[in-house]
T-cell receptor, first 112, second 114 residues
């Protein structure tokens, strides 16, 4: 059972470059989320989408953008990466907003 | 934004010991979720508690929701090395447009020494 698939699993990115983190779910969940996890700061919500075609800003949205063209895919784009965006990024989904979330295995991003 | 405080931040104990970790908020919450995260993996849901005073058991793990619905605890009996991980509590985020994800506590890092 795939659940949530994230790609790539890890990446080293030069500052100033752009990058898209991919996320696909096969559970037909309505809501999808992007979190970043940093030591000492925990999991913080970047952007969310409660249903296909809609997106919203979470706690730390600056420097990131998302789109939700269909139910299954929710890519996260860094337009011009900065070192402070070095983090582990998790994509998640839930059947209903705020209900049990299912997480991918994460993307470890290092911006140098 | 409703904040969740988890304690202790770190805990290292010997196999076979019992332990309790806590999740507290200054505000009342309608329900609370507990997750466990292992290194290199995403969090996985353990349980959702909904009713004040509720107690749920999952093998050696006992989850309790405070009567006032502002706190929750996780008690592990006879801890085993396989219990090692980051334990997170979470609740639904709500903005003017309704629910928009989960807010997580910073977690308790638990290490069970063989």
């Amino acid at each position: 059972t795939a659940g949530i698939t994230q790609a790539p699993t890890s990446q080293i990115l030069a500052a100033g470059r752009s990058m898209t983190l991919r996320c696909t779910q096969d559970m037909r969940h309505n809501a999808m989320y992007w979190y970043r996890q940093d030591l000492g700061l925990g999991l913080r919500l970047i952007h969310y989408s409660n249903t296909a075609g809609t997106t919203g800003k979470g706690e730390v949205p600056d420097g990131y953008s998302v789109s939700r063209a269909n139910t299954d895919d929710f890519p996260l784009t860094l337009a011009s990466a900065v070192p402070s965006q070095t983090s582990v990024y998790f994509c998640a989904s839930s059947d209903l907003p705020g209900s049990e979330a299912f997480f991918g295995q994460g993307t470890r991003l290092t911006v140098v | 934004t409703q904040l969740l405080e988890q304690s202790p931040q770190f805990l290292s104990i010997q196999e076979g010991e019992n332990l309790t970790v806590y999740c507290n908020s200054s505000s009342v919450f309608s329900s609370l979720q507990w997750y466990r995260q292992e290194p290199g993996e995403g969090p996985v849901l353990l349980v959702t508690v909904v009713t004040g005073g509720e107690v749920k058991k999952l093998k050696r793990l006992t989850f309790q929701f405070g009567d006032a619905r502002k706190d929750s605890s996780l008690h592990i009996t006879a801890a085993q090395p396989g219990d090692t991980g980051l334990y997170l509590c979470a609740l639904g985020r709500y903005s003017g447009g309704g629910a928009d994800g989960l807010t997580f506590g910073k977690g308790t890092h638990l290490i069970i020494q063989p």
